[in-house]
């Protein structure tokens, strides 16, 4: 499976970004969509996570209510709304797909590179 993530850049705090994963090869095999984001100095984290099949989510508390995950099947993609941002937000957000719904990245077998997001405040 390979990931593709996007839609990154620079969003004043308060303002709301959109992120997508697009995912090619053996996607058969991906039973979930994670995203997760690491800031400078600090580990990744865990962010959002759908399941494919039939959309169960999962959130981080830090964005429950700000952010949105779904996934359209047919085009391969899982996006990430984010709304209200704050900068503490702001990381590298990577995508990445799995076996099963988790916050465990360590559970995640394929990786998309970063994209960036940087929130101004």
């Known amino acids: 499976v390979q990931l593709q993530a996007s839609g990154g850049g620079l969003v004043q705090a308060g303002g709301s970004q959109k992120l997508s994963c697009a995912a090619s090869g053996r996607t058969f095999t991906m039973n979930a969509v994670g995203w997760f984001r690491q800031a400078p100095g600090k580990e990744r984290e865990f962010v959002s996570a759908?399941?494919?099949?039939?959309?169960?989510?999962r959130y981080a508390d830090s964005v429950q209510g700000r952010f949105t995950i779904s996934r359209e099947r047919a085009k391969n993609t899982v996006t990430l709304q984010m709304n209200s941002l704050k900068p503490e937000d702001a990381a590298v957000y990577y995508c990445?797909?799995?076996?099963?719904?988790?916050?465990?990245?360590?559970?995640?077998?394929?990786w998309g590179q970063g994209t960036q997001v940087t929130v101004s405040s």
């Open positions: 990445a797909a799995g076996p099963f719904l988790t916050s465990n990245r360590l559970a995640y077998n394929y």
């Open positions: 759908i399941t494919w099949s039939d959309g169960v989510t």
